[in-house]
């Protein structure tokens, strides 16, 4: 399907499987206004090496909070969450994260863009331009390299924001509703193409939505959330790569709907 | 134009009429938009000369343009004119390097870091009110009227706008983009080098230009008012006291275009450097 080969795709079986995460028992909460708000409350969760997890939820559910706890960007107030087995202590290269809004820097080109997310690798210039152009290319922006951000569609923009979160190699990437902010049409497209990125790149993948369809068609895992605890974790029987029109998601949507409207 | 692109010719006689109504070679167009600009001095020297022409005493006020030619062909051959403008000029820009790098300096530590804000804020904006030519008194006391005071009057000058800018820039640093860099695991540098200062950048050239303006002014200023040294202030000074209007007119001319030509130069380094945004 595509040229890339991704070194730790062929390594796959022999070396040992990394990207696993434990969230145990981690609380948060918010300073508003000189009274604490609880966001999160007693969370638990394991998810497993190269697994995809959809975690839905309405709005305020504390789902992005959790994002960016796993991201290293806010602290938990108590808890603990492991990535292979390590605390998380602040941001890492092992895990990279997809805003909503794609978050380029407007002043740089595409392709300087998704340099700097090298900035800290020791490869020569050379074969990190080569490593961004093959990014690129999985992405589908072949040709963009040196367009603006601005001269970008919102969709056009957020394959680049993956391309970016995508260099630095990341055992775990997490997506805070990387497709909310675009059009159905393209939403539906890039769905498909995240699909095939997390087939050719098998790092664990945990992405808010709240779209349930969405949540089913990429998810292995759907972690339903109500404001401030997970009301529950569904195993999606289905493989990859999906058909969206398979009867075994029904039931599975009904159900999320209705836990989600319960909350 | 337009109407050739909504009716492309149909017929060969059709064609042949159109061509009668080509529109004027590009390069036509370029140069009558850029003489429009020029309408308004001639009409201005045009007045001038006819203002020389009435009887002696007007002829004093309003050197004879052909006189003001003969002026100016001699200081030219002298080098004169060349030595002057070049002294000013030199002037100019080693004051605004001077004091807009450490406007920049300043105005980026002051965004950075609120106990610097507190430090120098309420200081600066006393001293901002001072006209930079009102230190001169001052200056003149302390340093002479060498090149040392004009030069530090110069770089008051072009301190304060780019002081002023680059805080303001640098104050919009968005969390959105920090927390990238964030996630990115960037240095403290490259966090400066790739968020801080591009995103400071369009305010800190806003900043340049102001300045730019104001070092000029003010070196002008000094040079005249001191009256001593090369420099295009300096030459009118001397002129002035000779009686000599030619000079002094050739002199404000050479400012006003040299002026004009830095602000030319300036707006294609920013259009340059912001090409990145929508609107450039």
């Given at each position: 399907m595509n040229a890339i080969i991704d070194p730790r795709s062929v390594q796959a079986d022999s070396a040992p499987a990394v990207g696993g995460l434990a969230i145990r028992h981690v609380h948060k909460g918010f300073d508003i206004d000189g009274r604490k708000l609880s966001v999160l409350e007693d969370v638990s969760l394991t998810i497993a090496p190269g697994q995809f997890v959809s975690i839905v939820g309405a709005s305020g559910c504390g789902k992005s909070t959790l994002l960016r706890l796993i991201a290293g960007l806010e602290r938990q107030d108590s808890g603990d969450i492991l990535l292979n087995e390590v605390p998380v202590a602040g941001p890492g290269l092992d895990r990279g994260l997809i805003f909503q809004d794609h978050r380029l820097f407007p002043w740089l080109t595409v392709e300087q863009n998704v340099l700097l997310a090298l900035s800290n690798s020791d490869e020569a210039a050379t074969d990190k331009r080569a490593r961004v152009a093959s990014l690129l290319t999985l992405v589908g922006l072949d040709g963009f390299a040196q367009a603006f951000p601005h001269q970008l569609s919102g969709g056009m923009a957020q394959r680049a924001a993956i391309a970016r979160a995508l260099a630095p190699q990341p055992q775990v990437l997490l997506l805070d509703e990387p497709l909310g902010a675009l059009d159905a049409l393209t939403r539906l497209r890039l769905q498909s193409e995240l699909q095939r990125i997390w087939l050719a790149q098998r790092s664990t993948m945990i992405m808010v939505t709240h779209d349930v369809d969405e949540a089913l068609f990429l998810g292995d895992v759907i972690v339903v959330m109500q404001p401030g605890r997970i009301a529950r974790i569904l195993h999606v029987p289905s493989t990859h790569p999906r058909d969206r029109a398979d009867p075994a998601l029904a039931p599975l949507k009904a159900e999320i709907l209705s836990l989600l409207h319960a909350g | 134009m337009s109407l050739i692109a909504e009716f492309p010719p149909t017929s060969f006689v059709y064609a042949d009429r159109i061509e009668d109504h080509d529109p004027p070679p590009a390069w036509l167009v370029a140069l009558v938009k850029r003489a429009r600009g020029l309408v308004l001095p001639l009409l201005l020297a045009a007045a001038w000369h006819w203002a020389s022409s009435i009887d002696a005493s007007m002829a004093y006020a309003f050197v004879p343009l052909d006189q003001v030619w003969e002026r100016l062909l001699q200081l030219l051959s002298t080098g004169e004119l060349a030595i002057n403008a070049g002294s000013s000029l030199g002037r100019a820009l080693t004051g605004l390097a001077l004091g807009g790098l450490s406007g920049i300096l300043l105005g980026s530590l002051m965004a950075g870091f609120p106990l610097v804000e507190r430090l120098f804020g309420p200081l600066l904006q006393a001293f901002r009110q001072v006209p930079p030519l009102g230190w001169l008194p001052l200056v003149g006391l302390w340093l002479g009227s060498g090149e040392e005071a004009k030069q530090l009057l110069v770089a008051v000058a072009a301190f304060h706008p780019l002081l002023l800018n680059s805080y303001e820039g640098f104050a919009q640093a968005e969390k959105k983009h920090l927390e990238v860099g964030r996630v990115l695991m960037l240095s403290r540098w490259r966090s400066f080098r790739f968020i801080l200062l591009p995103t400071a950048l369009p305010s800190i050239l806003t900043g340049v230009g102001q300045a730019l303006a104001f070092a000029w002014i003010s070196t002008i200023g000094v040079e005249l008012l001191?009256?001593?040294?090369?420099g295009l202030g300096s030459l009118m000074h001397t002129a002035q006291m000779a009686g000599d209007m030619g000079v002094v007119l050739l002199c404000v001319i050479s400012i006003g275009l040299m002026g004009y030509g830095l602000n030319l130069i300036l707006s294609l380094v920013r259009a340059r450097l912001l090409r990145w945004r929508v609107t450039g």
């Amino acid at each position: 399907m595509n040229a890339i080969i991704d070194p730790r795709s062929v390594q796959a079986d022999s070396a040992p499987a990394v990207g696993g995460l434990a969230i145990r028992h981690v609380h948060k909460g918010f300073d508003i206004d000189g009274r604490k708000l609880s966001v999160l409350e007693d969370v638990s969760l394991t998810i497993a090496p190269g697994q995809f997890v959809s975690i839905v939820g309405a709005s305020g559910c504390g789902k992005s909070t959790l994002l960016r706890l796993i991201a290293g960007l806010e602290r938990q107030d108590s808890g603990d969450i492991l990535l292979n087995e390590v605390p998380v202590a602040g941001p890492g290269l092992d895990r990279g994260l997809i805003f909503q809004d794609h978050r380029l820097f407007p002043w740089l080109t595409v392709e300087q863009n998704v340099l700097l997310a090298l900035s800290n690798s020791d490869e020569a210039a050379t074969d990190k331009r080569a490593r961004v152009a093959s990014l690129l290319t999985l992405v589908g922006l072949d040709g963009f390299a040196q367009a603006f951000p601005h001269q970008l569609s919102g969709g056009m923009a957020q394959r680049a924001a993956i391309a970016r979160a995508l260099a630095p190699q990341p055992q775990v990437l997490l997506l805070d509703e990387p497709l909310g902010a675009l059009d159905a049409l393209t939403r539906l497209r890039l769905q498909s193409e995240l699909q095939r990125i997390w087939l050719a790149q098998r790092s664990t993948m945990i992405m808010v939505t709240h779209d349930v369809d969405e949540a089913l068609f990429l998810g292995d895992v759907i972690v339903v959330m109500q404001p401030g605890r997970i009301a529950r974790i569904l195993h999606v029987p289905s493989t990859h790569p999906r058909d969206r029109a398979d009867p075994a998601l029904a039931p599975l949507k009904a159900e999320i709907l209705s836990l989600l409207h319960a909350g | 134009m337009s109407l050739i692109a909504e009716f492309p010719p149909t017929s060969f006689v059709y064609a042949d009429r159109i061509e009668d109504h080509d529109p004027p070679p590009a390069w036509l167009v370029a140069l009558v938009k850029r003489a429009r600009g020029l309408v308004l001095p001639l009409l201005l020297a045009a007045a001038w000369h006819w203002a020389s022409s009435i009887d002696a005493s007007m002829a004093y006020a309003f050197v004879p343009l052909d006189q003001v030619w003969e002026r100016l062909l001699q200081l030219l051959s002298t080098g004169e004119l060349a030595i002057n403008a070049g002294s000013s000029l030199g002037r100019a820009l080693t004051g605004l390097a001077l004091g807009g790098l450490s406007g920049i300096l300043l105005g980026s530590l002051m965004a950075g870091f609120p106990l610097v804000e507190r430090l120098f804020g309420p200081l600066l904006q006393a001293f901002r009110q001072v006209p930079p030519l009102g230190w001169l008194p001052l200056v003149g006391l302390w340093l002479g009227s060498g090149e040392e005071a004009k030069q530090l009057l110069v770089a008051v000058a072009a301190f304060h706008p780019l002081l002023l800018n680059s805080y303001e820039g640098f104050a919009q640093a968005e969390k959105k983009h920090l927390e990238v860099g964030r996630v990115l695991m960037l240095s403290r540098w490259r966090s400066f080098r790739f968020i801080l200062l591009p995103t400071a950048l369009p305010s800190i050239l806003t900043g340049v230009g102001q300045a730019l303006a104001f070092a000029w002014i003010s070196t002008i200023g000094v040079e005249l008012l001191f009256g001593t040294g090369a420099g295009l202030g300096s030459l009118m000074h001397t002129a002035q006291m000779a009686g000599d209007m030619g000079v002094v007119l050739l002199c404000v001319i050479s400012i006003g275009l040299m002026g004009y030509g830095l602000n030319l130069i300036l707006s294609l380094v920013r259009a340059r450097l912001l090409r990145w945004r929508v609107t450039g």
